[in-house]
């Protein structure tokens, strides 16, 4: 099986970066669709257009409201196309950026994401999540290639809420496990290929950096003053943790993120959330013999992720449910990616293990 690494094209990061839009957008023409949720373009829609317009690139403002369902992207699709955009941007959390994705796919143009937190790692990939009317996950989409350019301007995601970034760390933190599983067991990655050694290396690179500066950079979170901690630790939440998952390729974690929401009270948790105990599952499946899952769990709690199903907001924990996670979670592609083929009763025990 054939190797392939992806990326974007440029990643561009620090305090301002989100000034540089203009000059980014120019390089493609004098219009462009910015694709945005309602909040967001109520707080920067004004100035983002200001930056462009300075640059002589006119902004065309589609707004997504609620989840990103096929009807929601038809919708986008259809303006989209009625202006032949050379560019799309998107601007803000996980679901603005995905929409950008569709369009851009759609529009066969380019992509330029902006996040406004840092609650995950959507703003490098290629992928895109696409939900029912109940917030149900119906599939995982791709682009054709990645996002061309990445802005993540760390003083505008330094005033995101605490519990934003804290779900970020979750979502980051499990890469170099998953992509380990993924690599072991000559699974493929998100280029339906095998993982690079680079990806392998960068994955590990994130949980060293979240591991030594993920509590120190939590406490910077909501600030809006973003310190050299924060840097560093958004870097790898966001680029290392991206190129680790996509090139590197996803398990357990990430399967469980699949059954999860069907454990009532549990669904509502942020993605990152259900991600982070996903991988003490994922630990404890492994049958380690090292301490990995009891320093996991010790730094879970300086950070404040959920290490049981209660944690995480479940509200009533039976084995019907338990078993219906499971099997939605192996029903997922990622799960094949392991070290022996699991079945319902392993995971629903292991899951039974972290339900207090």
């Not at 109940?134 to 301007?153: G, Q, W, Y």
């Not at 591991?211 to 924060?230: D, I, K, N, Q, V």
């Not at 469980?256 to 105990?277: D, F, K």
């Amino acid at each position: 099986m054939l190797k392939i690494f992806g990326a974007p094209n440029r990643y561009i990061q620090g305090p301002g970066a989100i000034d540089t839009l203009g000059a980014s957008a120019a390089l493609f023409g004098s219009h462009a669709v910015l694709v945005v949720d309602g909040y967001v373009h109520q707080m920067l829609g004004k100035r983002l257009a200001a930056i462009c317009a300075a640059q002589q690139v006119r902004l065309h403002s589609l707004i997504l409201e609620g989840d990103l369902t096929p009807a929601a992207i038809a919708r986008l699709r259809a303006q989209a196309g009625k202006l032949a955009p050379p560019l799309v941007i998107a601007v803000g959390g996980g679901k603005a950026i995905d929409a950008g994705k569709a369009v851009s796919k759609a529009s066969h143009c380019h992509l330029i994401t902006v996040p406004t937190v840092a609650s995950n790692d959507a703003p490098t990939s290629k992928n895109y999540v696409l939900y029912d009317e109940n917030h149900n996950l119906l599939a995982v989409e791709h682009m054709l290639f990645n996002p061309t350019m990445v802005i993540v301007d760390t003083a505008l995601i330094a005033t995101a809420p605490a519990h934003f970034f804290r779900a970020g760390l979750g979502d980051a933190i499990s890469k170099k496990f998953e992509a380990e599983q993924c690599f072991r067991n000559q699974g493929r990655n998100m280029f339906d290929a095998s993982s690079t050694l680079t990806a392998q290396l960068i994955a590990d690179g994130c949980f060293q950096t979240l591991l030594r500066e993920g509590e120190e950079a939590l406490a910077a979170a909501g600030s809006g003053a973003p310190t050299p901690a924060f840097e560093r630790v958004v870097e790898a939440m966001i680029l290392m943790s991206g190129l680790g998952f996509e090139s590197g390729g996803l398990s357990i974690a990430h399967a469980l993120t699949r059954g999860l929401p069907c454990i009532a009270g549990a669904g509502p948790s942020l993605h990152g959330l259900q991600v982070a105990l996903g991988l003490l599952v994922q630990l404890d499946l492994e049958n380690r013999q090292d301490d990995m899952h009891a320093r996991l769990k010790l730094w879970y709690k300086k950070i404040g992720l959920p290490a049981s199903l209660r944690e995480l907001g479940a509200s009533a924990i039976n084995e019907e449910e338990i078993q219906r996670a499971a099997t939605l979670t192996l029903n997922a592609r990622h799960a094949g990616n392991f070290d022996y083929t699991l079945t319902v009763d392993a995971l629903s025990a292991a899951l039974l293990r972290h339900a207090q």
